[in-house]
């Protein structure tokens, strides 16, 4: 089955890539803010337990403070302290969620409804207790006064068993306040034989007294406070009793309170244990698992990209051996897929080009063959040329020859005008020999006039000789050019072929310039071989007119007695035009001389043009040789 993710590019595979990772991360990260906020909340917890533990000891203090001195201030701050504490165990239900825990707090709970309860209770007795005091104190203070009233009433008196026993009790009686009032002030309870001995003896000893008049009065009164004293005495104990009874409760409720914040306070350690090692298990299994999960998609992604990856590479390898006859294609449509795919197209193409490049090798193979033999056959034409040129020197010399000697005859008819009949028989022979030799010259005019022109039709051929070359030459130029040009997008694989095609190209170049040279020579050649004609065309038609003189001269030679008058002025025309013909030989000759050099010039640059054509042929078959290290499909 085809896998999706193969055509996803490989941004897009990465994306997914590092997304993953991003995700484990995330995981992971969850997981371990998960677990700190577990550990967090069981912190919480165990802090709240602590807290609880805190306002409880806070309550027992408050609670002895009250106990101490029974202050409103007192009362206050523990009906603070209850309140708070309420608040916190009502919120601890919303808190606390495992079943012990909410157990523990809802038995705490009920420990401090009791609590308050028993408190109301110890209150009431406390305000009993207080009230209770509050009246004895007021009547010991009472009795105190009368016991000094009747001591300063009894001062005068003769009575002194009154007055012994008045100050006996006054002192036993001081005596016996001092322990109640500091009894009372320590919180504690009246002494029993206080209670039951000591006042009811003193109260009986007051009653015994035998007094009279004030005394008597004060006495009275005292005896009255002590029934009052003695009936608050007797309450002290139970309402003593109510109050350590009340007290020692709220201790116990406090206890179990503490006992139970104390149990809370444990299980939440132990919840707490238990809770960061589920974290740290979590933790580790979430780690263990993202780790093999990115090794996982690690391998799955290095696998989606290192296998084609090397698919592109092998293929690289492939071309770059030289081995075109591969096809390279895959149905991947991520950017090695579209890589893979463009080196199959690249093959392709390297290898139509490389066809190509081994079919104009081929061809300028052939091409640079045929130049060669048309190089050696211009060559060969050349030296021709060459050697009529010559011949054609020769011919102008000699009938420069001619002329000269044309000349001095005509210059002997000139001074023989007055001479016999017998010279002017001389001179008729004479004339009739000039005659032939003018004919003569004119044949050798004529032939010299052909030769000419068969001259200028072969540098005519010359020239498209080098019209083939230089056809050739940038034909080769350009097959150099692009086979460069390929080279260059073939890369490190074509870097031998563009070395030999710069080659090529080059030599191309330098035939193309000794090509242009050699055409300029020709075209000189031309030139000076067309001047060359026209002027040995002109001797040609001046000889032939010399001819035709001659021929008049030898016709009219009979009637020269008769008008010698006029020979001697035919004779100087002859001079004349034997010079002017004379001066033309000599024009010509020169001309000849440069067409003979110009042909020197042609034969070289022909044997430049065919060395350059051999090497050439040798290139052409080195980029053969180089282009065999390709294979292609045929």
């Known amino acids: 089955m085809k896998n999706p993710f193969e055509n996803l590019s490989i941004g897009l595979k990465l994306v997914c890539g590092f997304g993953l990772v991003l995700l484990l991360t995330l995981i992971v990260a969850i997981a371990g803010f998960l677990g700190v906020d577990m550990l967090l909340e069981r912190a919480h917890k165990v802090q709240l337990s602590n807290q609880l ?110 007055v012994t026993t008045t100050l006996r009790m006054s002192r036993e009686l001081s005596d016996t306040m001092l322990i109640i009032t500091t009894s009372v002030a320590k919180g504690n309870p009246i002494p029993l034989n206080i209670i039951n001995v000591r006042i009811p003896k003193i109260a009986s000893e007051m009653e015994k007294l035998q007094l009279t008049g004030q005394s008597q009065a004060i006495q009275q009164k005292i005896n009255e406070l002590f029934k009052t004293y003695q009936g608050l005495l007797a309450l002290n104990p139970p309402l003593t009793l109510k109050l350590d009874n009340g007290t020692q409760k709220l201790a116990e409720l406090a206890t179990t309170i503490t006992d139970k914040l104390e149990d809370l306070k444990a299980l939440q350690q132990v919840k707490s244990a238990e809770d960061g090692a589920k974290v740290r298990m979590l933790l580790i299994w979430v780690t263990i698992a993202a780790i093999f999960m990115g090794l996982f998609f690690a391998w799955f992604i290095r696998r989606m990209i290192v296998t084609p990856m090397n698919d592109v590479t092998l293929a690289l390898e492939s071309i770059s051996a030289g081995n075109l006859t591969q096809s390279y294609s895959t149905e991947r449509r991520d950017e090695l897929g579209k890589l893979y795919n463009d080196i199959g197209k690249m093959s392709l193409t390297l290898n139509k080009l490389i066809s190509e490049v081994v079919s104009g090798v081929l061809n300028l193979s052939s091409t640079s063959e045929q130049l060669e033999v048309i190089t050696k056959n211009s060559q060969s034409r050349m030296q021709s040329q060459r050697d009529e040129t010559d011949q054609v020197a020769t011919a102008i010399n000699e009938m420069s020859a001619t002329v000269a000697e044309v000349a001095r005859n005509a210059e002997t008819a000139a001074s023989a005008t007055t001479a016999t009949d017998k010279i002017v028989d001389q001179g008729s022979a004479m004339v009739n020999q000039t005659a032939t030799q003018i004919s003569n010259l004119a044949i050798e005019l004529n032939n010299t006039s052909q030769t000419m022109e068969t001259l200028k039709e072969r540098s005519d051929n010359v020239g498209n000789v080098l019209e083939v070359i230089k056809a050739v030459a940038e034909q080769t130029n350009l097959l150099a050019l692009n086979a460069a040009i390929e080279a260059a997008r073939a890369g490190e694989a074509g870097r031998g072929f563009a070395v030999v095609a710069d080659e090529v190209r080059g030599l191309a170049s330098r035939t193309q310039d000794s090509a242009k040279e050699i055409e300029d020579l020709i075209h000189l050649l031309q030139s000076g071989a067309q001047e060359s004609l026209d002027k040995i ?98």
């Open 53 to 162: 533990n805190s306002i409880v000891l806070d309550l027992r203090e408050q609670r002895k403070l009250y106990l101490s001195n029974g202050s409103e201030d007192a009362y206050h701050g523990v009906i603070n302290i209850e309140t708070d504490l309420s608040k916190q165990f009502k919120d601890s239900f919303n808190i606390y969620t495992g079943e012990t825990s909410l157990a523990i707090v809802k038995e705490a709970s009920s420990a401090l409804d009791k609590y308050i309860l028993a408190f109301e209770e110890v209150h009431t007795f406390r305000q009993d207790w207080g009230n209770t005091g509050k009246k004895a104190a007021g009547i010991r203070n009472e009795i105190n006064t009368q016991a000094d009233q009747l001591i300063d009433s009894l001062s005068g008196s003769s009575d002194i068993n009154a």
């Open 537 to 634: 065309q002109t001797s040609r038609d001046l000889s032939i007119n010399n001819a035709e003189q001659a021929k008049e001269v030898v016709a009219l030679f009979a009637s020269i007695n008769m008008e010698m008058g006029h020979v001697q002025d035919m004779t100087q025309q002859i001079a004349t035009a034997a010079e002017q013909q004379s001066h033309v030989s000599n024009e010509i000759s020169s001309s000849v001389e440069n067409v003979r050099q110009l042909a020197d010039q042609t034969t070289e640059g022909a044997a430049e043009s065919a060395m350059a054509v051999s090497n050439l042929k040798a290139l052409s078959l080195e980029l053969n040789a180089l282009t065999q290290r390709f294979k292609i499909k045929r």
